[in-house]
């Protein structure tokens, strides 16, 4: 995925991105209550605008990403100090309240995560190809605590197999987290004009005995 992924971002091609917040995010993140000064999680974060108003409504974000473009151009979008450190094999850059950690996803260790209360996932599941989504929902609920909320967005297309964004019916998002989560559809949406449809989810990490 690593070289696919960086190409897609030197070329530009990132077509997932938004100009604006999620409008998702906007309608349900409220819902959750999660209490502000929670740590959020976002997983293969880009440059997603997400992380700005998840930090302006008081939560301090912790997005990981690959690609060091898209972390740059991210970091221009203000015009604030960007602090930079080393950790774990980890290229951090702190602006305000975000941090975002350049390298893999799946090298983050439950210490790095000790803080995150909460998580967002707008573009990581769709991101990954299907041999790769066990171990992701696997691999996130290792790094989240019991009772942390997230909100996931899912998108089915025609196109099966194309992607990234891959096509990921709702029966394997359930699949993929009930095992260690409360799973709730919040949304469904119609088809836009390229024929994908969202999905909006609540997700709740279960105990260890719930």
Request: proline letters at 8%; one cysteine or more.
């Amino acid at each position: 995925m690593s070289t696919s992924w960086r190409q897609r971002w030197q070329e530009g091609r990132i077509g997932f991105h938004l100009s604006q917040p999620h409008p998702a995010l906007l309608e349900y993140w409220p819902t959750l209550g999660v209490e502000q000064g929670t740590k959020v999680l976002v997983p293969l974060c880009g440059k997603s605008l997400d992380m700005r108003w998840l930090a302006d409504a008081g939560h301090p974000v912790l997005g990981i990403e690959l690609a060091p473009e898209a972390i740059a151009q991210f970091l221009t979008q203000r015009q604030t100090p960007v602090s930079r450190y080393t950790q774990a094999g980890f290229e951090i850059s702190r602006q305000g309240s975000v941090e975002l950690w350049c390298g893999d996803f799946f090298h983050l260790h439950i210490r790095q995560a000790a803080e995150v209360g909460a998580f967002y996932d707008r573009a990581a599941l769709i991101a990954l190809p299907p041999a790769t989504r066990e171990r992701y929902a696997f691999h996130l609920a290792q790094l989240v605590p019991p009772g942390a909320a997230g909100l996931l967005v899912s998108i089915t297309h025609e196109g099966e197999g194309a992607g990234p964004p891959y096509s990921v019916p709702d029966q394997e998002v359930a699949q993929l987290f009930t095992p260690n989560f409360r799973v709730t559809l919040l949304e469904q949406g119609s088809p836009d004009e390229r024929g994908r449809t969202e999905s909006v989810w609540s997700l709740e990490r279960r105990g260890p005995h719930k």
